[in-house]
C-alpha cells in the first residue's frame, strides 16, 4: 500500500470513530431526555390519581343516601341476598346446601369503604335470629397496616352446639349448576377466619366491586327469561307438558308397567320440589328432574334440566 493510501486510510477510520462518538454521545443525551420527560409524567400521573380519589371521595359520600335508601328497599323483599349469591356465578361455587339454609336467615348486606378509599373498606352480614350462631352481624375488613402490607380483620362466628358449619367437611355441594367445581366444597364461612392473604381476596373483592353496586341484577336473573313474552312461556308450559307425557309412555316402554313410570315420574317430581330452593328463587340444574305448575324447566342437554322458580 503507498503512503498517500494508508494516509486516506488513516483518515477516514478517524472520522468513523469521531462519528461513532458523537452518535454514542446523542443517544446518551436522548436517553437523559426521555428519562426527564417520564418523570414529569409519572408526576402528572401521581397528580391525576389524587385528583381521581379526591373525585371518588366526593361521590361517595353522594352516593351514601342512595345505598341507604336501597336497602330499606331490599328490606321488603324476602330472601334477597341469599338469591343475588346464589345467582353469582363466583359465589354460587363456594356455596354448600348448608351454607345456602344459613344465608336465608341474612337480611342485610352493606359495604363501607373508608373515607380515603384507598386504605381498605369492610363488609358488613346481618342476619336475623337463626339456628346456627349467635352473632347478628358478621363483618370483614381489609385495610392495610403500618408497613403498607394489606391485612384483614373479621367477626368471630359464635356457633351454636353442633352447628358449625366450617367444620362439616363432608357437606353436601350446592345442586345449583355445573357450576360447582368441588365435590366437598370448604363453607362459606371459612372465609370470615381466612386471613391468609388479604391483598387479593377474591370474595371481598367481588362483593365490593360487582355485587354491592348493583345486586338487583343478579337477584332478578331468572326473570330475565319471562322478558322473552308470554308466548314463550306458554310454549314452555305445552312442550313441558308434552314432555311429562313423554316421560311417562318412555317409562311404560322401558319397564313394561305404566305404574313403574308413573312412580319414577313422580319421584322426579318430588326431587325437584325437596331440592329446589323456591325462596332462594334461584337457578338450579338436576338430572332428569320435571317440573309443572310455577315452577319451569328447560332441557339444556340430554338428561338435564334447567329450573328456576319465581318468589311467590
Known sequence: MSASAAKA???????????????????QEAIEHIDEVQNEIDRLNE??????????????????????KRSELIAKIPNFWVTTFVNHPQVSALLGEEDEEALHYLSKVEVTEFEDIKSGYRIDFSFDENPYFENKVLSKEFNVNEG????????????????????RSGQTPNKAGKKRQHEEPE??????SDHSDAGADE????????????????????????????DDEEEDEEGLEDIDEGEEDEGEDEDGEGEDGEVRTEMYRELLQNRVRTKAAGF?????????GSKKARLVEP??????????
Open 203 to 230: 370474595l371481598g373483592e367481588v362483593i365490593k366491586d360487582d355485587i354491592w353496586p348493583n345486586p338487583l341484577q343478579y337477584y332478578l336473573v331468572p326473570d330475565m327469561e319471562d322478558e322473552e313474552g308470554e
Open 187 to 192: 363453607s362459606f364461612f371459612t372465609w370470615f
Open 148 to 167: 403498607g402490607d394489606p391485612v384483614s380483620k373479621s367477626t368471630e362466628i359464635k356457633w351454636k352446639a353442633g352447628k358449625d358449619l366450617t367444620k
Open 47 to 68: 397528580q391525576a390519581s389524587e385528583e381521581i380519589l379526591k373525585v371518588e371521595q366526593k361521590y361517595n359520600k353522594l352516593r351514601q343516601p342512595f345505598f341507604q
Open 9 to 27: 486510510s488513516r483518515k477516514e477510520n478517524s472520522n468513523h470513530d469521531g462519528a461513532d462518538e458523537t452518535s454514542e454521545k446523542e443517544q
Open 303 to 312: 338428561g338435564h334440566w334447567f329450573c328456576w322458580t319465581q318468589n311467590q
Open 284 to 292: 338450579c340444574f338436576y338430572t332428569d328432574c320435571l317440573s309443572k
